[in-house]
């Protein structure tokens, strides 16, 4: 087990199958993100960039009462307004991950309570959402006079009926975790006591997956989300060419020729 923390309220643990825990640890706050909290995040998502051995990787926050509270309204940043605000977004969106499109590791959101604010959004970056049943989402920058600008409003649109996301977009009403379930938002809304169990059964299939296929798929969603499904199958990925030609692709076809589970090098 490798562990790192961050001062900044944030840790990292890496486990012997390359599964990545990322906790914003800040429960004092909800776990709100502030600037270094932002800035240790976007880090941690750089490290996991850069980490063959990294398989999956769990985003959450500390504790059972919040996911994440959005940004730490008690922070200097939330005073900017204007062409300030907007010029100091990061491209790659809240916490730096609602709108990085480099990270291609598979994301699971564990939401062990409130995702609301930024918080959603961070949660919106993630591939897969498994949600304890008191959690509760919702984009809450309209009662407070802001915009979702970090991927809340692009991603929740793409996401979900429009209506459905129209109507949290406008009023920043949070939704239950059910609900979110409903609307296709969560895959898995679980008791909080099965909430661990849950994320590990989303982790063993995601284990049990060839690296190199999913690193594609990833790529090819995040770049050709607009293009036709012609389009999108000529363009030559690095990733989906790397797969098509990996250790990964021969090994998966000899095992299943073999009858036997497929050992995945990534390569």
């Not at 199958?17 to 941690?44: F, M, S, Y």
């Not at 200097?76 to 291609?104: C, H, I, M, Q």
């Not at 938002?185 to 909080?192: D, P, Q, R, T, Y």
């Not at 499904?229 to 030609?245: G, K, N, T, V, Y």
């Amino acid at each position: 087990m490798t562990v790192r923390e961050w001062d900044a309220g944030v840790r990292l643990d890496i486990d012997e199958r390359g599964v990545a825990t990322v906790t914003i640890d800040r429960p004092d706050v909800r776990n709100a993100v502030d600037q270094r909290t932002h800035d240790a995040l976007n880090e941690v998502w750089a490290l996991m960039e850069s980490s063959p051995d990294v398989r999956v990787v769990v985003v959450t926050g500390a504790g059972d009462r919040a996911f994440c509270a959005g940004a730490d309204m008690s922070a200097s940043a939330v005073g900017k307004t204007g062409l300030e605000y907007w010029a100091g977004l990061d491209p790659n969106g809240f916490g730096g991950l609602s709108l990085r499109r480099t990270l291609l590791v598979p994301v699971i959101a564990r939401v062990n309570g409130y995702a609301v604010g930024g918080g959603m959004e961070i949660a919106l970056g993630a591939d897969i959402i498994v949600a304890a049943e008191h959690a509760k989402f919702g984009l809450t920058e309209p009662r407070v006079g802001r915009l979702a600008l970090d991927g809340g409003i692009h991603q929740l649109v793409r996401k979900v009926p429009h209506q459905l996301a129209m109507g949290m977009l406008l009023t920043g009403r949070m939704v239950p975790a059910q609900e979110a379930y409903r609307m296709g938002l969560a895959n898995e809304v679980v008791a909080m006591e099965d909430l661990d169990a849950a994320v590990e059964r989303w982790v063993a299939d995601l284990l049990a997956s060839s690296p190199s296929s999913i690193r594609a798929m990833k790529q090819m969603v995040a770049e050709t989300g607009n293009l036709t499904a012609q389009e999108a199958r000529a363009m030559r990925l690095p990733a989906l060419i790397a797969a098509l030609d990996s250790d990964d692709a021969r090994e998966g076809v000899e095992a299943f020729q073999q009858k036997r589970t497929p050992k995945w090098t990534g390569r």
